[in-house]
């Protein structure tokens, strides 16, 4: 045990760790309590993970704790589960440095009795807590979120492993939802659509765009659509990248295949069906060159007419074609009453009727 370094600070002394200390004994290993402390202002550092960062770049391997809600990409979340904006946390860049991440999983159950046995706070301390932050409800969210934060570590580190070892296509093990973005109509829904899937799936979810030599003859609309799309897709929580390409299909299966994903997105392609006879197209493509991923064709969006009154017109021409039926009817029987008139002394009353018959076929 490394006896800490005390600080005066506004009448009061406050007790840190001494790195300094540390740094003399040179320890091969070093065990470091709440890696997101704030250090007393009169500290080296302001926070103790920059004080784990010397110690790392002296060569002192460390041992510490975090929770859940000190890490800063997750900062949003927490506050909106626990309504309480946590001012401690750590860089995920110090979090990846970690060589081993070990999850400690409690039941809300079992840290609620750890809070009232006074094993975590003093009894007063402990009892706030359990009122306001540190209710069943949240434990349950919060436990949930450090399970996925640590699926998501196991997750990478096989995906170093496989890039390691060179091995091709993908695994079942963690689901990926690339989807792929255009200018055409539709872009929107389809994005929804892997939204909607990788939710299902718990899985991590991509938007990606190829800009291909065809870009450049692009409207200056149909490029705003696609940075519109893409922003879309960031709002829902997607990882949005443009990359280029000459051949939009290849590239991105290529891509899909070099990080592992395991569903490729993408709306049906606008096309007459005649054309699939002479040349693959886009999706017909990325289902020959996409490997072990699964290819989700989805159709697109009809656009809405652009002019409702077009409908109105049609109504009309309609209506009017309605007309021009009845004013020919009567036309037909006139003239028949009028043949009829010529020929009464002339035909039978049988024969007439053949007349007005005719008028009415």
């Known amino acids: 045990m490394v006896p800490r370094r005390n600080f005066a600070y ?12 540390i740094l003399a004994r040179r320890p091969s290993l070093v065990l470091v309590d709440e890696l997101a402390h704030t250090n007393a ?3 080296r550092h302001p926070k103790r993970y920059m004080d784990v960062e010397e110690l790392l770049a002296a060569g002192i391997d460390v ?29 995920d860049s110090i979090i990846d440095l970690a060589c081993d991440i070990e999850l400690i999983d409690l039941t809300p159950e079992d840290l609620i009795a750890r809070l009232n046995e006074g094993k975590v706070y003093l009894p007063d301390q402990a009892e706030r807590a359990i009122q306001h932050y540190f209710s069943p409800g949240n434990l349950t969210a919060l436990r949930e979120l450090a399970l996925r934060r ?6 990478a580190q096989m995906v170093d492993y ?9 695994w079942p093990a963690s689901e990926r939802v690339l989807v792929l973005v255009d200018s055409a109509q539709g872009g929107n829904t389809v994005v929804r659509r892997a939204k909607r899937m990788a939710d299902r799936l718990r899985a991590q979810w ?18 705003d659509k696609i940075a519109q799309t893409l922003r879309l897709a960031q709002r829902l929580g997607a990882t949005a990248i443009s990359i280029p390409g000459q051949d939009e299909a290849l590239t991105v299966t290529e891509y899909a295949q070099s990080n592992y994903f395991t569903h490729i997105i993408a709306a049906k392609s606008e096309r007459p069906r005649w054309r699939d006879f002479v040349s693959e197209s886009l999706t017909q493509r990325l289902i020959r060159t996409a490997g072990d991923a699964s290819v989700h064709i989805i159709p697109r969006a009809k656009a809405p007419p652009r002019n409702p009154a077009g ?20 036309a037909y029987v006139a003239a028949a009453t009028a043949v009829g008139a010529l020929l009464r002394q002339t035909l039978g009353v049988s024969n007439i009727a053949q007349v007005f018959l005719i008028a009415v076929l």
């Open 10 to 21: 506004k009448g009061h002394t406050l007790a840190e760790m001494d790195l300094d200390a």
């Open 63 to 91: 041992y510490t704790t975090l929770n859940i809600q000190h890490v800063e990409s997750l900062n949003d979340i927490v506050a909106g589960i626990t309504n309480i904006r946590v001012r401690e946390t750590v860089p």
């Open 41 to 43: 202002p009169e500290s």
């Open 206 to 223: 991509t938007a990606i765009h190829v800009e291909t030599p065809a870009d450049a003859r692009a409207s200056e609309a149909e490029r």
């Open 311 to 330: 409908l109105e017109s049609k109504v009309r021409k309609a209506r009017r074609m309605e007309v021009k039926a009845y004013i020919a009817s009567l």
């Open 162 to 170: 496989m890039r390691a070892h060179r091995i091709a296509g993908s």
């Open 150 to 155: 640590t699926a998501q570590r196991v997750d």
